[in-house]
Structure formats: C-alpha cells, structure tokens
C-alpha cells in the first residue's frame, strides 16, 4: 500500500540534527524562447505624475507556468505568468450577477439557441468604462481579471471626482500608473504650453501615451491602437480581446495636405466630378485603420481608441488540461456529427466512419461547407447561353 504524503511545509520537527525541509515546489515558470525573464517591475504610486512610461518593446518570450503533474489534470496545464494581478474581489458596486437569459444558451421560451453553452461557475460581470469621457488624469489602482473576457481589466481612480471605474488595461500597464481621456476637449493647460495653437508634434508626444484614449484624429500615423470606436460618441467595439491591436494606416488630412502643395507648386488640375468630391469628403471626415487580421477600414475622425495593445497577450497559449476546466467555463462537450446516430445528425449512423455519401450538412441539413451549394442564387454565375451547333444530329459536350 502507498503510504500518504505528509506536507512538511511550516512544521518543526524534533530532531535538532536534522534540518526543517524546505518547501516543495508544485509550480515552475518556463520561458519559451529561452530567453531570461523580466524583473518585476517597481510601480511609482506618486499620483502627480504626469504621464505613464512609454511602451517597451524588447524580446522577452512567453513565460508560462507549467505544474508538477500530480494528477492527470495538471500534466499538461499552461497558464500565462501574471503575478500583477490583484488577488482580491472587485468592486462590488461596479459588478452585476450574470443569471438566467443567456446563461445556459437558452432563450425565453427554454428552447436551446446556442449548442455547447451551459453550467460553469457563478460570476459578476463587470461594468467596464469603454467611451472614457470622463476627463483629467485617473491613477491606476490596480489590475484585476475579468471572467467575462480574455484581456484584463484596470480599476482606476479620478483625481478631480475621485470616482472608480474599470477600464479595458494595456499590456504593460502596472498599479500607480497615470492614465488620461482626451475625448472631450484637450486641457487647458494643454493649450497654453502649445502657445493656443494646435502643435502636431508637441500634441502627440504629450498625449499619444500608453492608456489614455483620444480621437482617432489626435492619433499620430503608425500607432498602435486598441479599443477602437466603430461610430462616435459610442464606445469602443473593436480590438478588445487578449493581445489584439490595430495600426494607424494614413488621415484624411495627409492627402488634402497633398493636395494643396501641388495647388501651390501651379500644378493646373482638372476639375473634379461630383463622385470625386464626394469621395475626397469622406476621406477627409475618416480615418484609415489596419486591423489584426489585415482588414483596412475607414473610421470616424472622432471615434475612441486607446494607445497601446491589449493586455494578457499570450493568452492564447493557455492550455486547460482537463475537461473539467472547460465546464468551470461554461462550455459543454462538443460531439462529432459522425459520432451520432442516424435519427441525431445527417453524418450519423453507418457502419464505420462514413457519412453516408452526403455533402457537409450542419444538424439541421443546412450545407455547411463553402461552395457551390451554399452560395446565395443571386451570386452564383449563370451559365453562358450557346448558340446550337449546325449539325442538330449531334450533340456535342457543353451544348443542349
């Protein structure tokens, strides 16, 4: 029989000649481009501060904690290092329960809208500030997690309402930091250190900093943005998942900008149609943005993002080990459409793994997979009419 494990950790033992052991491991930090890791970082908690360090951009690799495997659970379980994080609740006034509609994937009838949703554990969500219009600098209480989303959250502090407020955190951004909004106007003393004109240069060094949010037209070209606008004066909708960013592609400023050097340099240009006008309006009223995923969109001139990239970037190397972490998430099994029977999915059934010579079909009967038979009518390409061979006796390929 195996005997039981005893915890020797905090005991004395009665023997003078033979030491207390010291405490045993059950978790080591891996770096995965063996690369040193990073030293903690010392968070001034100084609340007049004018601005938080810039971002740093060195090779530090991805550092995960891998676990002794004990149990069959933890062999393969890889969680992102994150000792920053607050260790506590949050702020209850700022937190609703998440119950009933939605839970389960159900709608209000009980009937199952959504597959694979149901269970987990109980949460709060919380209400996280995502137009910023509140102005002045807000200190950085500290940097908590959000069940509800993959990146982290920051509680901060105003220093004119000392109001709390949670908003989406940067990568990097560490507890005693100064964040500032610029949505609704710049600063007075902004203006006067200017000269009451607006400065290009001395605008984007003194507010294109890591955590505060402006307009997309306060943002110098080649920035990278999270927690992006789609319309103005709504919040943020783009960019806000773990580790994601988009860049600053050009402004509808650069090209009027070019426009009037030519007119200067007696370049004679040809007048401009009414589409053209109407095109170089709408430049000029947007922005260009460059999503992660390669996507170029124009934005309004004053929708909100935030400088910097979303925090908890290697989440998506997080591995959960087991089946039950899944449940704790409210995520259910999912199972083959092969795996079924005949009467549960239009791929079940059979004897072996066959899918009984029919298309990709979703439980429903609806084809699934991109192609010919998914595609709308109205964009299919119509066959091309050819006129009837001379011969009518015969027939050729290709022909009626």
Known sequence: MFQPRIALRGIRLPFRCVPSLPARRFATVVNE?????????????????????????????????????????????????NDHL??????????FPKRGHAKGGRNNSGRVTVRHHGGGAKRRIRTVDFLRMAPGPHLVERIEYDPGRSAHIALVRSKETTKLSYILAADGMRAG????????????????SMGGAVDP????????????????????????????????????????SAGTYATVVAKGSDSRQKDLETEEEGVEKKPLTLRERQKQERLAQHITVRLSSGETRLLHK???????????????????????????????????????????HP????????KGNV??????????????????KWKINKAVVHPRPRNQGQRRRGYN
């Open 359 to 376: 298309d990709p079909k979703s439980p429903w009967g609806i084809p699934t997979k991109s192609g010919y038979k998914t595609r709308p």
């Open 33 to 81: 481009l063996e690369t040193p890791s990073n030293q903690p970082s010392t968070a001034t908690t100084d609340f007049d501060a004018s601005f938080a360090p810039p971002p740093t951009r060195d090779d530090s690799g991805v550092l995960l904690r891998t676990y002794t495997p004990r149990t069959p659970g933890v062999r393969h379980l890889r969680r992102p290092v």
């Open 201 to 240: 240069g001395v605008l984007a060094a003194r507010t294109a900093w890591r955590g505060n949010c402006l307009p997309l037209h306060m943002i110098p070209v080649g920035t990278l943005i999270f927690n992006v606008g789609l319309r103005a004066g709504k919040g943020a909708q783009l960019c806000r």
């Open 302 to 344: 004053d929708c909100c993002a935030t400088i910097g990239i979303a925090s908890n970037p290697n989440y998506h190397y997080t591995q959960l080990g087991k089946a039950g972490r899944s449940r704790w998430l409210n995520i259910r099994p999912t199972v083959r459409g092969l795996a079924m029977n005949a009467m549960d």
């Open 177 to 192: 930091e100064v964040v500032q909004s610029y949505m609704s106007g710049i600063p007075e003393d902004l203006w006067k």
């Open 86 to 95: 607050w260790k506590g609740r949050p702020v209850h006034r700022l937190t």
């Open 347 to 354: 791929h079940g059934g059979g004897r072996g793994k066959s």
